[in-house]
T-cell receptor, first 114, second 113 residues
């Protein structure tokens, strides 16, 4: 199994630019999660989907952040416009079941906003 | 609000030592608890998943225990090796929240030769 695949692995952009992060979950997994990791706040859940439907987006910081899951094999997290405080590592994770499944993480996308 | 604390924040031990990492959580109404390992610049790797009805799980040299009533979990690593050096995170899922996990801040482990 290829695991959870994220792209890009690294992104450096300037404040105000749009950033799109991409995720391909493990085939057969029906839950997908976006997390953000910073030194100050640790790992925070931003949003999660079950069967491509957003279930809880209460962790999304503000309207500049949006996430979509158009099909079972692809999700995007978009930041527009980006700000320096958005600099973090963004992780995508998937699980076979929403409530009981083991969580599998991708390698993360390291975002730096200058 | 669930709060997850891990002690110690960092630990350095000689190779071969048995060690225990601690995790405590404030809300005992958990659905499951997972221990993860994170290597520098990498994602998280799931080590052990304990459902709320279980007391412990074992995988190789790793053993995780769960005491819901006291809000505690421990990860026991037997015969530690330099390859075990990493950050270990515990995460809890609340009843009704499933895999909406709350993570601890982690214990950074270094196993020295």
């Amino acid at each position: 199994d290829a695991g959870v695949i994220q792209s890009p692995r690294h992104e450096v952009t300037e404040m105000g630019q749009e950033v799109t992060l991409r995720c391909k979950p493990i085939s057969g997994h029906n839950s997908l999660f976006w997390y953000r990791q910073t030194m100050m706040r640790g790992l925070e859940l931003l949003i999660y989907f079950n069967n491509n439907v957003p279930i809880d987006d209460s962790g999304m910081p503000e309207d500049r952040f949006s996430a979509k899951m158009p099909n079972a094999s692809f999700s995007t997290l978009k930041i527009q416009p980006s700000e320096p405080r958005d600099s973090a590592v963004y992780f995508c994770a998937s699980s076979r079941q929403q409530n009981t499944g083991e969580l599998f993480f991708g390698e993360g996308s390291r975002l730096t906003v200058l | 609000k669930q709060e997850v604390t891990q002690i110690p924040a960092a630990l350095s031990v000689p190779e071969g030592e048995n060690l225990v990492l601690n995790c405590s959580f404030t809300d005992s109404a958990i659905y499951n608890l997972q221990w993860f390992r994170q290597d520098p610049g990498k994602g998280l790797t799931s080590l052990l998943l304990i459902q709320s009805s279980q007391r412990e799980q074992t995988s190789g040299r790793l053993n995780a225990s769960l005491d819901k009533s006291s809000g505690r979990s421990t990860l026991y690593i037997a015969a530690s090796q330099p390859g075990d050096s990493a950050t270990y995170l515990c995460a809890v899922g609340l009843t009704g929240g499933g895999n909406k996990l709350t993570f601890g801040t982690g214990t950074q482990l270094k196993v020295e030769l």
